[in-house]
């Protein structure tokens, strides 16, 4: 693994922060693109099957977002409110869970049953179409604290895709301008949630993408996304990579966020490339290094 730290001024490398586009929310595409991301990642990767078995689950995804019908939303004097004070208008911690997550689950699931997968995976839908639903209420409340260590790893990534692409439909029915800055720059404008990872744009500014909803937001270079110290990061990178994933380490609270480059690979995606890269957590683990964000699909206990 190769190390190197770098300090960043304010300003540096970004226009004034009035001129920069705050907030992009999921392509409507979104699911589609990262099946296709995962199958070309998981030719000859030492995880390939599981890469494929994602890849998989995306494209139920994608079709379950486009045949999910439009959910209820917050009023508009509860929509002004949540801009004036700052708060997420589609709160993942404290809003009711909207039922329309459940529909979306059984729309994945079905799916699901008719790909070719393995006994084990079958076995966790039909237990997971067998469940009530405040069990299923449950499970997802916790993926939404992200409390992800209780939940069962065979299936945590079909009930967080779930919740996935409701929080995408959800936000695509508000709209962009529905939703203002938080105060907290590193959690989700949108549900406010943790990034999964940071995206650099092609004209160089660096976006966090969110674990739960996807939507994107500005958050200036020099800014650890956990601590918002400014005081300096390290890069890393795995010996060999092209350096369109890199981990970005904050040498202030220890956390890390992967950092992926638009202009080094334009194919780059954030959940795939996040998973593909697994081998770099485990690195940085060892390190003492703690991750700034989850991946919903993926079980802290099983790396
Ligand atoms: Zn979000
Ligand atoms: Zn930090």
Known sequence: MNAETRILEPGEIEPPTAQIRFLFLADQDLFRLRAERLRFLAKGHSLGDYLNFLSLLADAQQEALNHLSAPPLPEPNEQALCREHGMPLLSASSMPLNPLWRKGLTMILQQMEEADLPLAARETITSLTQRDKTGLDEMAGRIMREELADVSPAELPFVAAALQVSFVR???????????????????????????????????????????????????????????????????????????????????????????????????????????????????????RLRAGPNLLFHPGTA
């Open 170 to 288: 959800m936000a695509s029915a508000l709209g962009e301008c529905s939703f203002g800055q938080l105060e907290q720059g590193g959690l989700c404008p949108v549900c406010g949630s943790r990034p999964v990872a940071s995206i650099v744009h092609s004209d160089g500014l660096r976006y966090l993408c969110c674990s739960l909803c996807f939507s994107q937001w500005h958050l200036v270079r020099v800014k650890c996304s956990s601590c918002e110290s400014t005081r300096g990061i390290t890069l890393y990178a795995l010996e060999g990579s092209n350096g369109a994933v890199t981990a970005e380490c904050c040498d202030e609270c220890n956390s890390y966020l992967k950092l992926l480059y638009l202009e080094k690979d334009s194919q780059v995606e954030a959940i795939a490339d996040d998973l593909a890269s697994l081998a770099l957590d485990l690195l940085l683990e060892r390190e003492g």
